[in-house]
């Protein structure tokens, strides 16, 4: 489960280093076993915020560092990063959840709310996959790991809901904007209706007096897991139960997660 971990650790470090550096990870950090590709799309934010900007710069910092750890415990055994998508993949995205119109694009590096949108996109997915394969993880060294990194991943998470939650207080069009977007993740990832924005509606016990929704969780407070199969659904953008590539992965992933079908 560490490689099919690396995989989506390639892709978040890929999308936050060029969104802060304009360059991606180093050629000592890509590769290994299985098919190696390149990156397309992605460059420097003009960001506005100094504040969006610092966050983007230590998560960046972060998801390098998963990347590397990640390498060093898989040694030889490592897989390459595979071929990711960043520019069709995102247009495909905002377009199949109403974002865009069909036959626009979507540059997530073109300014901080698209940034953000993008990043979203991508943090809910990294906390619930942790979640979900933490079951599948018999190694006690790797567990422990993997949950920190988990742990991690839930404070990114939390610090781009955060932020977009006070940007949507400004601009409150943004609010179904993140809404699209979780409707989205959540009509690829099988039958659950679990996915959630960062506004509590109708359906989530709305309460006038703290309507923010700033930490997914079920009605118990605690956070979901997706099954590694679901979170593949999502990062190929289809719904189909025997996809192995697709959306942010052209090619699909390396080793040996990588169909939809798998725990599902």
């Known amino acids: ?24 990870l180093t050629s000592g950090d890509v590769h290994g076993t299985g098919r190696y590709g390149t990156v397309s799309g992605g460059h420097r934010v003009p960001f506005k915020s100094k504040v969006i900007e610092r966050y983007a710069r230590e998560i960046a910092r972060d998801e390098r ?9 898989l040694g030889s055994s490592a897989v390459a990063r595979p071929r ?18 069909k036959g626009q694009k979507f540059d997530a590096f073109a300014n901080d709310t698209n940034f953000l949108l993008a990043a979203f996109l991508f943090e809910d997915v990294g906390v619930t996959a942790y979640k979900g394969a933490a079951g599948l993880i018999t190694n006690k060294t790797y567990l422990d790991a993997a949950a920190g990194i988990l742990a991690v991943e839930a404070y990114h998470a939390g610090a781009v809901r955060s932020v977009l939650y006070a940007e949507a207080e400004n601009d409150h069009a943004l609010f179904g904007v ?23 509606g109708s359906d989530r016990h709305w ?26 659904n999502i990062v190929y953008l289809t719904p189909s139960t025997h996809a192995t590539k697709g959306g942010f992965y052209p090619d699909g992933v390396n080793g ?9």
Request: overall charge negative.
């Open 178 to 200: 993140v809404q699209k977007l979780s409707d989205a993740r959540d009509s690829l990832d099988g039958k659950s209706d679990d996915d959630q924005g960062i506004e509590f």
């Open 256 to 264: 040996a997660v990588t169909s939809t079908s798998f725990g599902n």
């Open 207 to 232: 309460k006038p007096s703290n309507p923010s929704n700033l930490t997914p969780t079920d009605s118990n407070g605690i956070a979901y897991g997706r099954t590694p199969g679901h979170v593949l």
């Open 65 to 73: 560092e998963h990347v590397r750890f990640l390498r060093k415990a």
């Open 84 to 101: 990711i998508s960043l520019d069709a993949a995102f247009t495909a995205a905002a377009t199949a959840a109403g974002v865009i119109k």
């Open 1 to 24: 489960m560490l490689n099919f971990a690396l995989n989506l650790e390639y892709l978040e470090a890929e999308f936050y280093l060029r969104a802060v550096t304009g360059e991606g």
